[in-house]
């Protein structure tokens, strides 16, 4: 079973910086459009960055400049850096394969990482 296990979170100052990382268990899963999705407290899921095979990115608008994703092929695995975090931030964060427009594949969601964005 592939499995993804996201890891980085944790308390962080308004203005701060945090990258997670997403570790998949299958080194196929580079081969796929990757995303990183968050859900604050009281809000749906969002997917906040985008990552093709070929490197691609895409952002959300109250991320771009300040986030970044990125994948490492040979360590099969995919990051986010955090930099100018806002109290917004604030989420569980998560990682999968987005297989159509910015859905992520069902069977795929894991524990996710906790960000917390606050003085």
């Known amino acids: 079973q592939v499995r993804l296990v996201e890891s980085g979170g944790g308390l962080v100052q308004p203005g701060g910086s945090l990258r997670l990382s997403c570790a998949a268990s299958?080194?196929?899963?580079?081969?796929?459009?990757m995303g990183w999705y968050r859900q604050a407290p009281g809000k749906q899921r969002e997917l906040v960055a985008r990552?093709?095979?070929?490197?691609?990115?895409n952002y959300a608008d109250s991320v771009k400049g300040r986030f970044t994703i990125s994948r490492d092929y040979a360590k099969n695995t995919v990051y986010l850096q955090m930099n100018s975090q806002k109290p917004e931030d604030t989420a569980v964060y998560y990682c999968?394969?987005?297989?159509?427009?910015?859905?992520?594949?069902?069977?795929?969601w894991g524990q996710g990482a906790q960000v917390t964005v606050s003085s």
């Open positions: 990552i093709s095979s070929g490197g691609d990115t």
């Open positions: 299958r080194s196929i899963f580079i081969v796929y459009t």
């Open positions: 999968n394969r987005i297989v159509d427009g910015n859905i992520g594949a069902a069977e795929y």
